[in-house]
T-cell receptor, first 110, second 113 residues
Framework: QQPVQSPQAVILREGEDAVINCSSS?????VHWYRQKHGEAPVFLMI?????EQKGHDKISASFNEKKQQSSLYLTASQLSYSGTYFC???????????FGGGTRVLVKP | NAGVTQTPKFQVLKTGQSMTLQCAQD?????MSWYRQDPGMGLRLIHY???????DQGEVPNGYNVSRSTTEDFPLRLLSAAPSQTSVYFC????????????FGNGTRLTVT
């Protein structure tokens, strides 16, 4: 079951904030976040395991609401380098397959 | 360390031809997987493996075969190529499924005419 991401695209000015959401209809064990630049492979940002923890990576952080089967990625004070497509990946049980959402395109303008 | 190595980088096939996309990792990762990415789309799981000798189907397995005879290698076979299989294929590996980061190869761009 693929997770659903929203919004599909967002345009920001440098320094602005954005939130990307990822939701599943099934219970989740873990949520991954990756960023992909055009023509490149996806690059790992962070993993959240069930338990409602929040993690951060520079000015990019994420939360995981296990009860709602949702995760959110927060881009704070966005930089030009934050441009790319962000994917969430979800796993329903430990040792199971990781499936990805359709992606959110982020464009940060000067 | 090389990480995850995919070959070839580009390939053009005619409809009906078969070929194998190679994937190798040198990180002693147990979990390996294949995804395809169509233009402007997300990553769709084709097949995955949680260890040598163990493989399972993902979301879009039809038309593809895999095997995992060693920890390092996870080749993807296209049995009879079709234009619908035109895509970018990514191999990825991780220490274990779900709770460790996926490391992606650089991708293979496949065109089927």
């Amino acid at each position: 079951q693929q997770p659903v991401q929203s919004p599909q695209a967002v345009i920001l000015r440098e320094g602005e904030d954005a939130v990307i959401n990822c939701s599943s209809s099934k219970a989740l064990y873990s949520v991954h976040w990756y960023r992909q630049k055009h023509g490149e492979a996806p690059v790992f940002l962070m993993i959240l395991l069930k338990g409602g923890e929040q993690k951060g990576h520079d000015k990019i952080s994420a939360s995981f609401n296990e009860k709602k089967q949702q995760s959110s990625l927060y881009l704070t004070a966005s930089q030009l380098s934050y441009s790319g497509t962000y994917f969430c990946g979800t796993e329903q049980a430990a040792g199971n397959k990781l499936t990805f959402g359709g992606g959110t395109r982020v464009l940060v303008k000067p | 360390n090389a990480g995850v190595t995919q070959t070839p980088k580009f390939q053009v096939l005619k409809t009906g031809q078969s070929m194998t996309l190679q994937c190798a990792q040198d990180m002693n990762h147990e979990y390996m997987s294949w995804y395809r990415q169509d233009p402007g789309m997300g990553l769709r799981l084709i097949h995955y493996s949680v260890g040598a000798g163990i493989t399972d189907q993902g979301e879009v397995p039809n038309g593809y075969n895999v095997s995992r005879s060693t920890t390092e290698d996870f080749p993807l076979r296209l049995l009879s190529a079709a234009p619908s299989q035109t895509s970018v294929y990514f191999c990825a590996s991780s220490y274990s499924a779900g709770d460790s980061p996926l490391h992606f190869g650089n991708g293979t761009r496949l065109t089927v005419t």
